[in-house]
């Protein structure tokens, strides 16, 4: 099993969710760990007061009005998640290509405790994505349907999958911003 992320790797099924860190980072080189929230719309890196300044990151988060609204059927199929979202837009702006609005599924497991896999209690385990090619209007409502790539060496009850929706807001060149995102448990 996989313990640690080559932050340089592109080729690894998280490496998409690493390019919208550094989309939002203005410089070429930085210190682990890398952490953000809102798909980059607040973003941290190197050593600090983690737990006071992350904590922090994810209040103000929370804070902010949902812009999207998310509902899902989780299943596993095989070895892989799949996933049926339907998407509300409550953004006030058409999602689609031109702001790069996509919807993620996001595959963690939990740990009892810290150990050999994480230093944290949860470790992503894969991603999927799939953009809004179609635009889809404030208040409109679109369906996606999202299959993971296959997991092995995985407890199958500690999985919990996280779906999301970010784009690229009006006026922003670099810092992508999430709408919305609900977590669910894999029956």
Do not use: C
Not at 45 to 55: I, L, P, V
């Amino acid at each position: 099993m996989e313990s640690i992320v080559d932050v340089s790797s592109w080729s690894h099924p998280l490496a998409l969710r690493l390019l919208r860190w550094w989309s939002a980072y203005p410089g070429s080189s930085v210190s682990l760990p890398m952490v953000m929230v809102d798909s980059g719309h607040d973003y941290s890196y190197g050593y600090e007061n983690f737990m006071t300044n992350y904590s922090a990151m994810v209040d103000t988060s929370l804070a902010r009005p949902p812009l999207a609204q998310i509902t899902a059927d989780v299943s596993r199929v095989d070895n892989h998640v799949h996933v049926e979202a339907d998407v509300t837009n409550k953004s006030g702006v058409t999602l689609g290509s031109s702001n790069s609005a996509t919807v993620w599924v996001i595959v963690y497991e939990v740990f009892d405790a810290p150990g050999a896999e994480s230093l944290t209690s949860r470790y992503v385990r894969t991603t999927t994505r799939q953009a809004i090619t179609t635009n889809l209007a404030d208040n409109a409502t679109a369906s996606f349907n999202l299959d993971t790539p296959d997991l092995s060496g995985v407890v199958w009850d500690n999985l919990h999958v996280v779906i999301l929706v970010d784009h690229l807001p009006t006026g922003s060149t670099e810092q992508f911003d999430t709408l919305q995102a609900i977590d669910q448990d894999i029956p």
